[in-house]
């Protein structure tokens, strides 16, 4: 596993409000109603992270549906200028393409993703490991290299402060703060060995670390096993729905090699999308995608472009 301080960015999330119903979705949109960051609470996150070396990230749900996005925006800026070290997360849905010069002038980096294309696939985390794997160690080995604690961000949410996103996003389905960290500044300087409380709290709960098959995005079945079958069957509206698929045995979900996640995230794929709000994106740097609005593309982008081709060549030269 790894620190807060190894990973490329720390997420806000502000809401779990989605247009989609995605199979497997992280965000468990459907099981429960859509909840929406307080604003004052939202600019003490973003104050406990002003010193934080790396890039904070807004992220959902849909950050956009948040009646405060463009007050978020403008906070954003007054307490961190550098946009580079600012991320959005966003399918950015119809009907706020008004957002697009704000997020432009807010966001260094855009993370563009619609789930509509069936080469999409969502993991399925409320399988919980410890439904899976019976014997005690084989688990914790699993959850000690998991995948996604080692490639995706801790997490901040209305509970407190989190060192994985999916123990942030499982707190907030079940209301559970029990292990939450307070939020303040410099919460992220904790090292792996302070994370034990919540590992051992969140992560058996948890099927990310297990090699299961995977869902298209498209789908809107959630592969589910006992242990959060049992907490869910009295309040979730996916499963009075009928929209979920009981694991009874761990076979049935097993997967020998995992499905490619990233094939879906090229460049036309993301500009499509994007040209529905009149912005162009391109790979910076730190090859992240930064946005720019269609209208300065030729002015701007070219410019970028050959300063990032410049530093490539520098760094090279070294």
Same mark, same amino acid.
Request: charged share 25%; glycine share 4%; aromatic share 12%.
């Given at each position: 596993?790894?620190?807060?301080?190894?990973?490329?960015?720390?997420?806000? &999330?502000?809401?779990?409000?989605?247009?989609?119903?995605?199979?497997?979705?992280?965000?468990?949109?459907?099981?429960?109603?859509?909840?929406?960051?307080?604003?004052?609470?939202?600019?003490?996150?973003?104050?406990?992270?002003?010193?934080?070396?790396?890039?904070?990230?807004?992220?959902?749900? &849909?950050?956009?549906?948040?009646?405060?996005?463009?007050?978020?925006?403008?906070?954003?800026?007054?307490?961190?200028?550098?946009?580079?070290?600012?991320?959005?997360?966003?399918?950015?849905?119809?009907?706020?393409?008004?957002?697009?010069?704000?997020?432009?002038? !807010?966001?260094?980096?855009?993370?563009?993703?619609? *789930?509509?294309r069936p080469d999409i696939y969502h993991h399925p985390s409320l399988v919980a490991i410890k439904d899976v794997f019976k014997e005690s160690n084989v688990m914790w080995y699993k959850i000690s290299h998991c995948w996604t604690q080692e490639s995706w961000s801790a997490s901040?949410?209305? /509970?407190?402060?989190?060192?994985?996103?999916?123990?942030?996003?499982?707190?907030?389905?079940?209301?559970?703060?029990?292990?939450?960290?307070?939020?303040?500044?410099?919460?992220?300087?904790?090292?792996?060995?302070?994370?034990? &409380?919540?590992?051992?709290?969140?992560?058996?709960?948890?099927?990310?670390?297990?090699?299961?098959?995977?869902?298209?995005?498209?789908?809107?079945?959630?592969?589910?096993?006992?242990?959060?079958?049992?907490?869910?069957?009295?309040?979730?509206?996916?499963?009075?729905?009928?929209?979920?698929? /009981?694991?009874?045995?761990? #076979? &049935?979900?097993?997967?020998?090699?995992?499905?490619?996640?990233?094939?879906? #995230?090229? !460049?036309?794929?993301?500009?499509?999308?994007?040209?529905?709000?009149?912005?162009?994106?391109?790979?910076?740097?730190?090859?992240?995608? $930064?946005?720019?609005?269609?209208? *300065?593309?030729?002015?701007?982008?070219?410019?970028?472009?050959?300063?990032?081709?410049? $530093?490539?060549?520098?760094?090279?030269?070294?």
């Amino acid at each position: 596993m790894r620190n807060l301080l190894d990973m490329d960015t720390i997420q806000i &999330e502000v809401t779990n409000a989605c247009r989609n119903r995605c199979a497997n979705c992280t965000r468990y949109v459907g099981h429960y109603e859509p909840w929406f960051m307080p604003f004052d609470y939202f600019k003490d996150a973003v104050d406990s992270m002003i010193e934080y070396p790396k890039m904070v990230g807004i992220q959902g749900g &849909e950050p956009l549906l948040h009646p405060d996005f463009e007050r978020m925006c403008v906070y954003l800026r007054t307490r961190i200028s550098d946009k580079k070290k600012l991320g959005l997360w966003t399918t950015l849905p119809t009907g706020y393409e008004h957002y697009r010069e704000i997020i432009c002038k !807010t966001f260094g980096n855009i993370f563009i993703n619609d *789930h509509t294309r069936p080469d999409i696939y969502h993991h399925p985390s409320l399988v919980a490991i410890k439904d899976v794997f019976k014997e005690s160690n084989v688990m914790w080995y699993k959850i000690s290299h998991c995948w996604t604690q080692e490639s995706w961000s801790a997490s901040i949410n209305p /509970l407190g402060t989190f060192f994985c996103e999916m123990a942030a996003s499982m707190s907030m389905l079940y209301k559970d703060s029990t292990v939450a960290w307070k939020l303040e500044p410099g919460w992220w300087n904790r090292q792996v060995w302070n994370f034990k &409380e919540q590992i051992e709290y969140w992560c058996p709960q948890c099927g990310m670390a297990c090699n299961l098959k995977r869902k298209s995005s498209i789908e809107i079945i959630d592969d589910i096993s006992q242990h959060h079958f049992d907490r869910l069957k009295d309040t979730s509206q996916k499963i009075k729905q009928g929209s979920y698929n /009981l694991i009874t045995n761990a #076979k &049935e979900v097993s997967a020998k090699e995992t499905q490619q996640l990233a094939a879906y #995230k090229d !460049t036309d794929y993301r500009n499509r999308i994007a040209r529905r709000y009149g912005i162009f994106t391109y790979v910076n740097s730190e090859n992240f995608w $930064t946005p720019v609005l269609l209208e *300065h593309v030729k002015t701007d982008t070219l410019s970028r472009q050959k300063s990032i081709l410049q $530093t490539l060549v520098d760094r090279h030269s070294k």
